[in-house]
């Protein structure tokens, strides 16, 4: 084993579901909890509530276990963080964590503040990868931390949720800081297959992922029908308002630095 994969192995803090693929050259491997939790904004967590929830670890911004953390983690997430954020270290990129595992009154405070005034950015609460203690926001220094992590964060169990182009596709605003865990093996499936999301990765393959029906959910902002929206949408302005899968769900485009406009066929609105 080289030295410096060692040194990453340690880093990531003893405890969690992390092996060495001696095949890859050392390359650490982050196994996940299957099936993997699939939300969006019409799927919600199997617990929509989330009260009862043994398997988070506390952890500094830079992901090693600390009592005395700010951020709380999946456990199985966070030696994969950890290395991630130390191989970043090791490049003098500075990748630290913002904001981590949340819970449903959390996440419903955060609704309640920006789903009106910043469409997009927040999940309904019961609905966010968050909440599954799976997914982080992370801050960069310098700018290009930011482009290092994108590029890299497969490699130790890491994807990107809400890509640029794909509002439409995953419910949400670009957010080229949010990052969730799904292990090195779907990691690496996503990575071979350039352009594919996570929410496309479970429609192909619905049995890989497990849901809530969310009639569990105790606060009004975790469901909204359509009321008449269609899965084409609508543009009001830069906000695009559309039906996903039975809910009605909006982004502003232009915080992504695009407009919402119809395909020039008719096929519907989207952020271009």
Known sequence: MRIETLALLLIAGAGAACAVDPSAAGTPTFDSTLPLVWVDPARCLPSCTHTDEPDLV????????ASDGAYQLRADAQPALAALIAAAGSV???????????????QGMLWDQLSTTEPGRAARPG????EAGLAVDLGFEPEAAGDWTAANAWRYGFVLSYPQYKQKTT?????????RFVGSAVAADLHDRPGLTLEEWFRLSPGRGVSGDCSDCTMPGSYAGCDGLSVDGVCNATVLTW?????????DC???DLV?????SGAGADCR
């Open 127 to 130: 609905h966010s990868e968050h």
């Open 260 to 264: 919402c406009a119809g395909e020039p």
């Open 92 to 106: 003098s990129m500075l990748v630290e964590i913002g904001s981590a595992h949340r819970t449903y009154e959390e």
């Open 243 to 251: 039906c996903f899968d039975g809910v009605a769900t909006a982004v």
């Open 171 to 179: 419910g949400f605003r670009f957010e080229p800081w949010h990052f």
């Open 58 to 65: 506390t952890v500094d911004a830079s992901a090693r276990l």
């Open 254 to 256: 232009a915080v992504s």
